[in-house]
């Protein structure tokens, strides 16, 4: 069997798996129905016309069973005040979503729920008008809908569900913070640019930074590098001001480029589902104790945020840990974090040591320089801090001082209640933190296969679809 021939039967066999069958829609329209009834009930109740639409990948019938995921939007008459909108509609998607709810944020609030199954974002939005200049996700995704419900046949739907099944594999599939990698909406984009799944990872296997695709010839490549810094550029057809792979970051990138590259040399059905079996805790354990590094978990409350408000302060916070642990000269091998979204916040530490010695090397100015060699040795001759020196090697003076923090769970331990992490972060850890050792954490996520998996990860660090 050819290349080919084995990756036309991998993309058969992933279509049964994630094409949805009748039964898959009926629950989409059941929970589509249940959320309807709800709003219009609401609506009629406080005297108000409405419209309610599915749009989005389930509309663009793109969608794949794996990941029920609908857009409902909540559409206003023309002219309605966007005060209304953003007011009155947000309680209606409120009423569709029932009980169990929490607010999301894009340009204006939204609803997130689950319903019979399903994950929905309730979205309340005005009638678009015609000549309307686009502005927000909410004028733009109705136009989504239609561009691509053109330009994509029923095969072309079909690479388009293999695509999404093979990005969720490789761990890149996301336009959330929390992913940084490549929406439903790019995924189309791609095979409508390339034709087939298979296409979009041969051209894709030699992307390089800063890779222009412009399906409606709206800027020439130079111009649109110069109108959008990122890592990928990708011109949306119906909104030429914006870059739909704006959220993917530089690692989902290398990431899918290698992925790309590696399936096509190898195909398998790992890079869409990777097999994990089940993690046990005498494997984590070994692989925390195995390698002489020093594992440390920093454990908070997690605030009742937005999801990519949360994640944007998750990952604001985890950067500036990691700068205090490197500036006081602890060396970072990896950092991660992990949450909930409702409970807790883990932030994972990987260090190649957690004690330093108790001196450290310090270099310091050359002595071509009289103002500089001045300051230093005034700053060192009589400090108490002073180990050795100051002594001249090469050009330069340099000095063997006694290091600030040796022990990288007390200088966190001092530090974090007073570091000017993301506000909300900030909060939770002044309010209390846990400092745990791998072991601590690894005995305390029993039943708990996210957070186990997430260790799992973090310790293996090799991705699950990279074979010998």
């Known amino acids: 069997m ?29 929970a589509v129905e249940v959320v309807k009834r709800r709003i219009l009930e609401d609506a009629k109740e406080r005297g108000l016309e409405v419209e309610v639409e599915v749009e989005g990948s389930v509309a663009k019938d793109t969608w794949i069973s794996t990941d029920r995921d609908i857009d ?55 009638e ?39 990005m969720k594999g ?25 034709g087939s799944f298979d296409w979009v ?71 869409f589902f990777p097999p994990v079996t089940s993690i046990e805790t005498s494997e984590l354990l070994r692989m925390a104790g195995g390698r002489g590094t020093e594992v440390i978990a920093i454990e908070t409350t997690c605030p009742r945020l937005p999801s990519d408000v949360l994640w944007g302060e998750v ?20 950092s991660s974090a992990w949450s909930d979204e409702e409970k807790e916040v883990i932030f994972l530490l990987e260090l190649e040591a957690g004690r330093l010695p108790d001196a450290e ?5 050359s002595t071509l320089f009289p103002d500089d060699e001045d300051k230093f040795l005034r700053k060192h001759l009589k400090s108490e801090r002073t180990v050795a020196g100051p002594f001249i090697a090469g050009e330069r003076w340099n000095v063997i001082r006694r290091r600030e923090s040796t022990d990288s769970k007390t200088l966190l331990e001092e530090n974090l209640p007073k570091m000017k ?16 050792s791998a072991r601590e954490l690894i005995d305390r996520s029993q039943g708990r296969p996210d957070l186990m998996f997430e260790i799992f990860m973090f310790l293996r660090k090799r991705p699950l679809w990279l074979k010998e």
């Not at 993309?11 to 009748?22: D, F, T, Y």
């Not at 990952?315 to 990896?334: A, C, P």
């Not at 992490?421 to 745990?436: K, M, N, Q, T």
Request: with cysteine.
């Open 361 to 365: 090397f310090h270099p310091g100015p």
């Open 2 to 30: 050819s290349e080919d021939q084995r990756i036309s039967a991998i993309k058969s066999e992933i279509l049964q798996k994630v094409k949805p069958k009748e039964e898959d829609w009926e629950e989409i329209r059941r």
């Open 72 to 126: 409902l939007f909540i559409i206003f008459p023309r002219g309605t005040e966007r005060a209304i909108i953003t007011g009155l509609g947000l309680e209606l998607a409120k009423a569709g979503a029932g009980e169990a709810w929490k607010t999301g944020y894009a340009e204006h609030p939204y609803v997130e729920a689950e319903v019979l199954g399903c994950r929905m974002d309730i979205v309340p939005s005005g």
């Open 201 to 271: 990872l041969k051209k894709a296997a030699a992307w390089r930074l800063g890779e222009v695709i412009d399906i409606e010839g709206h800027y020439s490549k130079g111009s649109a590098l110069d109108a959008f810094d990122s890592p990928l550029v990708v011109i949306d057809p119906v909104d030429r001001g914006r870059n739909a792979a704006a959220a993917v970051t530089t690692c989902a990138l290398a990431t899918f480029v290698s992925a790309s590259r590696h399936f096509l040399k190898r195909p398998s059905l790992d890079f």
């Open 421 to 436: 992490l993301s506000p909300d972060i900030a909060l939770e850890v002044r309010r209390g933190f846990r400092l745990s």
């Open 170 to 194: 490789v761990g890149v599939y996301g336009a959330e913070l929390r992913v940084g990698g490549f929406s439903g909406y790019l995924c189309e984009l791609l095979v409508i640019q390339y």
């Open 128 to 166: 678009l008008t015609p000549g309307k200049k686009v502005m927000t996700a909410v004028d733009r995704t109705p136009l989504h809908t239609k561009y691509v419900r053109e330009k994509l046949s029923e095969a072309g739907r079909d690479e388009v569900r293999v695509l999404k099944q093979f």
């Open 315 to 334: 990952n604001h916070s985890l950067s500036k840990i990691v700068r205090l642990l490197e500036e006081k000269g602890f060396r970072v091998l990896d």
